[in-house]
């Protein structure tokens, strides 16, 4: 039975397999990505009705640009496809969308498609559910110490010397205070049998809950989405202390 107070505030998941999936059934790998986006329109809605306020997905990482091209395409090519069919309906059910990473790399179709998902949905106050979308957890650190250099300069010029915090790196990071000021993880999902973050969040993961699943993300459920939340409410959190179960 899922009590309100033990619901993670934020949960990310890593959706691994739709390669695999697709190889499963002799088809393309498109076909399993299109799948995969099924099945992420399923747990973006389980969750939204659970209450969970944050969802992060890792949609396309720094690392997959080294996929053939056709791949690449067509997954940018998915992403208008999502907007497209779901704009309307993220906004009945009052989500709102954020990237997470450098979205104006894409082909311009694909950006111009977020601008107008970002736009369309940022006043709503529902589920915020994140995208991770040409991201990376080392890149997006590189990127806050870059910030927090120029920052440094200005206050040198002014004869001021302070030391770097953990909270200044953590507000520059893209799910920092001075971006989308969004919560750690308290739990990490990663589907399709693979134990490990893959660059993502791994900054924002010191002390996040891992669970994992050998389901490939195409077949995961929002049964099962519901069951491994029900599972975290159980689970108690130490935060590197003793006795802390909850945040």
């Known amino acids: ?32 990505h299109n799948a995969g986006m099924q099945a992420m329109k399923q747990i973006v809605i389980t969750a939204s009705n659970l209450g969970i306020k944050y969802l992060t997905v890792y949609a396309f990482s720094t690392e997959n640009w080294k996929r053939s091209t056709e791949e690449v395409s067509g997954i940018f090519k998915l992403i208008i ?23 104006n790399m894409l082909p311009g179709d694909s950006v111009r498609a977020i601008d107008e998902l970002l736009d ?6 529902g589920l915020v559910f994140n995208i ?8 997006e650190i590189v990127k806050a110490i870059n910030e927090i250099i120029i920052d440094r300069k200005a206050l040198a010029d002014e004869g ?8 200044e790196v953590s507000n520059h990071l893209y799910t920092g205070v001075l971006h989308k000021n969004i919560p750690d993880p308290d739990l990490i999902i990663r589907t399709s049998g693979e134990e490990r973050l893959s ?47 909850d945040k």
């Open 132 to 139: 991770a979308l040409n991201y990376g957890g080392r890149d």
């Open 199 to 245: 660059n993502f969040l791994i900054w924002q993961a010191a002390y996040s809950e891992m669970m994992f699943t050998d389901t490939l993300w195409p077949d995961y459920s929002p049964e099962e989405f519901t069951a491994m939340i029900e599972k975290f409410s159980h689970r108690k959190r130490r935060f590197g202390g003793r006795e802390k179960e």
């Open 81 to 103: 496809k999502y907007v497209d069919s779901e704009l309307k309906e993220l906004i009945k059910n009052n989500v709102r969308i954020n990237i997470l990473g450098d979205y």
């Open 160 to 167: 001021i010397s302070v030391d770097v915090t953990e909270d």
């Open 1 to 32: 039975m899922l009590e309100i107070g033990k619901l993670p505030t934020h949960v990310a998941v890593i959706m691994d397999g739709n390669g695999r999936w697709a190889k499963s059934k002799n088809r393309p790998r498109l076909f399993g």
């Open 120 to 125: 369309k949905t940022r006043d709503n106050d």
